[in-house]
């Protein structure tokens, strides 16, 4: 089972960067996917969730508004579109598929997690 993050780069600041994130090994349409960022000295933390079939949607207070989550069931893909990036998005982002077929209200959390993709380097210069 693989999750394969794509779409990180170098941006400037009011940016946009649209990251992937496809699964491959197995289906995850029936489980909730999540995107979770890591900068450099700071913990992995949560940014955004999304429900198997895309209708309910959770974001950090830091990101909404500016960032969108999506899926897209047929392709085992999930997305974040990323708008008026700022240099304190700069991170590695993760994608990560639910252990669970609900949003569990520790949706934020790691622990609500069981696959995991490498990351990719998201960098917002100023």
């Known amino acids: 089972v693989q999750l394969v993050e794509s779409g990180g780069g170098l941006v400037q600041t009011g940016g946009s960067l649209r990251l992937s994130c496809a699964a491959s090994g197995r289906t995850f349409s029936r489980n909730p996917m999540a995107w979770f960022r890591q900068a450099p000295g700071k913990e992995r933390e949560f940014v955004a969730t999304?429900?198997?079939?895309?209708?309910?949607?959770y974001y950090a207070d830091s990101v909404k508004g500016r960032f969108t989550i999506s899926r897209d069931n047929a392709k085992n893909t999930v997305y974040l579109q990323m708008n008026s990036l700022k240099p304190e998005d700069t991170a590695v982002y993760y994608c990560?598929?639910?252990?669970?077929?609900?949003?569990?209200?520790?949706?934020?959390?790691?622990?609500?997690?069981?696959?995991w993709g490498q990351g990719t380097q998201v960098t917002v210069s100023s």
């Open positions: 990560a598929a639910g252990r669970r077929s609900f949003i569990s209200t520790d949706y934020y959390t790691e622990d609500e997690y069981n696959y």
């Open positions: 999304i429900s198997w079939r895309g209708g309910t949607k």
